[in-house]
């Protein structure tokens, strides 16, 4: 991918923090009003649902993701859209990992991380062991995404330099550990220092990365704020509106296939 500036205007920060979500609401039997697709409002966003699929660190779709879809508080989705037509002034576009949450599919976390298994998984926490994940807060038992206005996020060239490819076997791999820097991780994404969802301190904003992730994390960080996104200092991927429509509304409906 060509090297492109990126102005480094002067961006409001210390936003309030968010509140705590309060009980979820009980499945109603469809999307509740203020969610909305994001397909239906920003059709170029690429939509990667990992948790709806095998490609997660559960290994399998996550309860209550029956369809890989990106719903979104409609403040949120329209934001989400400003980011994207500004990263598209630099041939850039943006992908989703995850959007809304069901309160169910965290639960689905809660058990696996008590069931047997392996203690680290490569792919996705090398070093910390599954049983410590919540306590480190890369997992958390009340999540933002159940709240409808928090996304996980990535950027893709808008012409991909090649098609997706094998998940590295260390999520960390992309950028270092004897593996050479690539302007592009396996799944088509620009390089960030890690794949999405490693559970590494490498994921951590100010992590210590080579300079082209550097540069990528900065530029998605500054267009998510320029929108009324706040980042989370552990993973670089993750943002949520600041003036979130139901601040204290954990919501529980399945994301269901499209009518």
């Not at 009003?33 to 490609?55: C, E, K, L, S, W």
């Not at 890989?68 to 989400?80: E, F, I, M, P, V």
């Not at 680290?120 to 070093?127: D, I, M, W, Y």
């Not at 049983?131 to 409808?148: C, D, E, M, P, V």
Request: net charge positive; proline share 8%.
């Amino acid at each position: 991918m060509r090297s492109r500036t990126f102005s480094l205007t002067a961006i409001a920060c210390a936003l309030p923090a968010l509140a705590i979500a309060l009980p979820a609401r009980p499945d109603s039997g469809g999307m509740p009003a203020g969610f909305v697709d994001v397909a239906a409002v920003a059709p170029d966003i690429v939509v990667d649902i990992r948790y709806a699929g095998p490609h997660n660190f559960v290994g399998r779709a996550v309860h209550g993701y029956g369809a890989a879809r990106c719903l979104l508080t409609k403040q949120a989705a329209g934001a989400l859209a400003e980011v994207q037509r500004d990263v598209a002034a630099f041939g850039l576009g943006l992908k989703v990992y995850d959007c809304y949450r069901p309160q169910r599919a965290v639960d689905d976390f809660v058990a696996w991380s008590r069931a047997p298994g392996l203690a680290t998984n490569p792919e996705h926490h090398p070093v910390v062991p599954k049983a410590q994940l919540f306590a480190r807060g890369y997992i958390a038992a009340k999540s933002g995404h159940s709240r409808g206005s928090t996304v996980d996020v990535t950027l893709v060239p808008q012409a991909p330099l090649r098609s997706a490819s094998t998940p590295p076997r260390d999520c960390r791999s992309i950028d270092g550990d004897g593996v050479v820097a690539t302007t592009q991780a396996p799944d088509g994404s620009v390089n960030m220092g890690t794949t999405f969802d490693c559970f590494d301190e490498r994921s951590h904003v100010t992590a210590a990365t080579s300079a082209e992730a550097r540069r990528n994390r900065l530029l998605l960080k500054l267009a998510m704020e320029k929108h009324g996104f706040v980042g989370y200092a552990q993973e670089w991927w993750h943002f949520t509106l600041a003036n979130e429509p139901f601040p204290k509304t954990a919501f529980d409906f399945e994301i269901r296939p499209a009518p």
